[in-house]
């Protein structure tokens, strides 16, 4: 199995075992974030391809209402983990109806994103919280 297929493999067996969990089943709105460990030299590559390929297509499904938002952060202090994206999502139905549309449209708009950027990971992984507080509130529906 190579590199790609683990990673989506990895990731959808943490959506549904995440989904099960007590902390996510509440009214919370969760944060998702997905670690990459990438090599120093390769960090402005991830970055420009996550803004230039990914971020056109995260914007359409935040204004399609897919999720509330979304962000890239590189690493500053604290750990290994250097290029990192967030979501913020209404719950875990949304999130994997969100992942569903998202590979979607990558593979509509840019097929070899994906293939590119695990190209630079050295690792990764996903956590999912429960956001408990934040200011200002998502939209209430």
């Known amino acids: 199995m190579n590199k790609l297929m683990k990673f989506f493999a990895a990731l959808i067996i943490f959506i549904f075992v995440a989904g099960n969990m007590s902390a996510q089943s509440e009214e919370h709105p969760l944060l998702v974030v997905s670690f990459q460990k990438v090599k120093m030299s390769d960090i402005g590559a991830a ?24 962000g890239l952060f590189n690493h500053a202090w604290g750990d290994e983990w ?21 590979r979607k449209r990558m593979v509509e708009k ?20 429960s956001i408990q507080n934040q200011y200002p509130l ?3 529906k």
């Open 47 to 70: 970055n420009k391809l996550i803004n230039e390929k990914m971020g056109p297509v995260l914007k359409s499904l935040v204004d399609d209402g897919f999720i509330y938002n979304w």
């Open 138 to 140: 998502p939209p209430q």
């Open 82 to 102: 250097n290029v990192n994206v967030w979501y913020t999502v209404k719950d875990m139905d949304a999130f994997s109806k969100f992942w569903g549309e998202f």
């Open 110 to 129: 840019q097929p070899d994103a994906w293939k590119e950027l695990t190209a630079m990971i050295m690792e990764h992984k996903d956590n999912i919280y």
